[in-house]
Structures are given as C-alpha cells and as structure tokens.
C-alpha cells in the first residue's frame, strides 16, 4: 500500500495554516503521547503550557494572562463565549452576543451549542460599526466581539471602542486574534490587552506563529473568569478542569513554545515585514491588471478576480479561495514567497 504525502505548500495561498517551523515540529513529536489535560500527571507539559500562556500574554500586550492552549481558534471563540454566558447566568435567562457581521463563523456554532443568541450588526468598510453593534445591545447581551485581523479581509475592527460598548453595558470584551495576532505587535493598530479594557483573546500559535497544529490559545485577564469554566474532575490527580476538550496531546503545547522560543520577537517582526512586501507586492501586480483590490491592511489581499479565472487557477494547482462576497483571497503565509507570487501572477496572465 503506497504510503501518502502531505500536501505541499508550494501552491497553497488560501490557507492560514503554514508549515511549522522545524524546532515547533521536533518539539511537537517528542510530546506527542504527553496529555495536558491532566496536568497532575503529565507535569513537564504542564508547565510548558504555562510557559505557552505566559509568551502569548507577552505578545498580547497582558503581563500577568490567564489561559490554555487550545486546539484553534473555534475552540477559543466557543470558550469565549461560554465564559460570558455562565458569568451572567445570574442575570439573565437570554443572554446574546454582539458582532460585526464578519465575525468567524465558529460564532455561530458557539451560539448553537451554548443556548445563545448571535447578532450581528453590519459594518463599514470591511470593519465594524461601533454605532450598529450599540443598537444592538440590551439588558441581556453578555459579550461584544472584536476581530483583529478578518477571516476575509485582514482588517482590524476598533477594538478600543467596542471594549468601551462592552463596558458600557455590563458585558465581557472579547477579541479573536487567532490570525493576526502574531503579525499585530508590529504595526500601529490598538488591538491587545494594553491597549483596552478587553477581557478574552483568541489567538493561534498554529497559524502565523508557525506551531504545529494544533495549537490554538485563550487568554483571559484574570483567572477568575476562567472560573467560569472549571468542571470537577475527580478521578484525576487534579481536581478541575476549564478546558473544553479533556485529553488532548502535548504536541500543541511543546511546539508552540519552541516556535516562540526560536521566533519571538525579532523572527516575528522579520515575517510580517517580508509578508507584508509580499501583500503590498501582489495588491500592486492585481491593481495594475485592472482589478479592484481591498487590502493589504495586514498581509491577506483580495481582489475581484472572476470565478472562471478561480477555478482555472485552481486547475494549475493554485489553492486559492473566495471572500463572501465572491472576491478571490489570498493569504500571505511565511510559506508564501515573493517566487511564488511570480509564478502565480504569471498563470493569471496567461489566462
């Protein structure tokens, strides 16, 4: 039986997943069969996990962070918002969460799951409307959401100003991060701990911070709102867990803090600044072919290449993608070279 190959990177310009970095995926194998759900027993990966928690708070703008390493940003994104709905479970029977529409679709399977409601409020130039999202808000809404780095678009929602809403109102801030927020320590933009009252950050070690997947990671401001999540475990050698899964490999855990220990900050820095070349690149080879272009704001381009030349691209092997709105998207990974990006605007011409 022929034994098979994992994809190849060389073509793939949808995805923000990339390839590990050589000492995350060491790392990842050695830890393999270790088991941080039940720390008790596997200690070594247990504090690594803190140490995990510990950088990504450091990178998020947050000295002292609460959090675990979770299996991705849905993970995240559902913990989130099951911390806001038991905190107020006191206050209300209806609890609902406010988010610009283009807020990650594992919203949606966190409202279905958890008995919550999901408004969404229409947005303004790729980001979200602060006065919308406010005429959304009652007695019942338990959580705002901020995205710091779209699914879509790479924008940057204002994070300071839906952490004021939320305060306004009584209720948990959170920001997903998962993509952007190894990219977002670099630029200007307000989207951290240090830069407002956010209570909840998603962000992903397996994404740009080139961990092995999976390795996703929650951060709360204070222990107490993880709280909100613990269960008794009484079988185990520790007594409580706030994880959503139960057994889960170390592999995450290990590789996210040997990328960080090799990367963090200066190999980070390198990245964006050549990714970034590369969107502002790509955006300026699309623009000068006639094509409408949004972006780069960080390093992901769309532009509104119709879906027949899409799926002739996609015929030559290129992994490309399309936006809701019918755009093609591309995401400058740290697998993404400006090579590659030749050799793709090469095939759109012959086309």
């Known amino acids: 039986m022929q034994r098979a190959a994992p994809q190849d990177f060389d073509r793939v310009l949808s995805s923000m997943c990339t390839e590990p970095h050589p000492a995350a995926r060491e790392a990842a194998e050695r830890f393999l069969a270790t088991n941080p759900g039940d720390p008790g027993t596997y200690e070594q990966v247990a504090e690594l996990e803190r140490e995990a928690v510990e950088r990504l708070g450091a990178i998020t703008g947050l000295s002292d962070p609460a959090g675990y390493v979770t299996s991705g940003g849905t993970e995240a994104n559902i913990q989130a918002v099951r911390v806001a709905r038991n905190r107020a479970s006191d206050s209300t029977e209806d609890p609902n969460v406010v988010a610009p529409e283009h807020v990650h679709f594992s919203f949606r399977k966190a409202a279905e799951l958890l008995g919550v409601e999901l408004r969404t409020a229409p947005t303004t130039g790729?980001?979200?409307?602060v006065d919308a999202m406010a005429e959304l808000v009652d007695d019942d809404t338990v959580a705002l959401v901020g995205v710091a780095g779209t699914t879509e678009y790479g924008f940057v929602d204002p994070i300071p100003a839906i952490a004021d809403l939320a305060a306004d109102a009584g209720a948990l801030c959170?920001?997903?991060?998962?993509?952007?927020?190894?990219?977002?320590?670099?630029?200007?933009?307000?989207?951290?701990?240090?830069?407002?009252?956010?209570?909840?950050?998603?962000?992903?070690?397996?994404?740009?911070?080139?961990?092995?997947?999976?390795?996703?990671?929650?951060l709360a401001r204070s222990a107490d709102l993880l709280d909100e999540l613990a269960i008794d475990t009484p079988y185990l050698e520790s007594t409580s867990q706030v994880t959503l899964t139960g057994t889960r490999s170390?592999?995450?855990?290990?590789?996210?803090?040997?990328?960080?220990?090799?990367?963090?900050?200066?190999?980070?820095?390198?990245?964006y600044?050549?990714?970034m070349a590369n969107a502002e690149w790509l955006a300026d080879q699309l623009d000068a072919r006639g094509h409408d272009v949004v972006g780069p704001e960080l390093p992901l381009v769309a532009a509104d290449l119709s879906v027949p030349m899409t799926a002739e691209l996609r015929e030559r092997g290129w992994r490309v993608s399309k936006t809701g709105a019918g755009e093609m998207r591309v995401v400058c990974m740290p697998h993404?070279?400006?090579?590659?990006?030749?050799?793709?605007?090469?095939?759109?011409d012959w086309y």
């Open 126 to 129: 790729h980001r979200a409307d």
């Open 174 to 218: 959170h920001v997903d991060a998962a993509w952007g927020g190894f990219y977002l320590p670099f630029t200007d933009h307000e989207w951290g701990f240090d830069h407002a009252a956010v209570d909840t950050l998603t962000i992903d070690p397996h994404k740009v911070g080139q961990a092995a997947v999976p390795a996703g990671g929650l």
């Open 250 to 271: 170390g592999a995450g855990v290990a590789s996210a803090v040997a990328a960080m220990d090799a990367l963090w900050s200066e190999g980070y820095r390198e990245q």
């Open 273 to 275: 600044e050549r990714s």
């Open 336 to 348: 993404v070279t400006r090579s590659m990006l030749r050799s793709f605007v090469a095939d759109l």
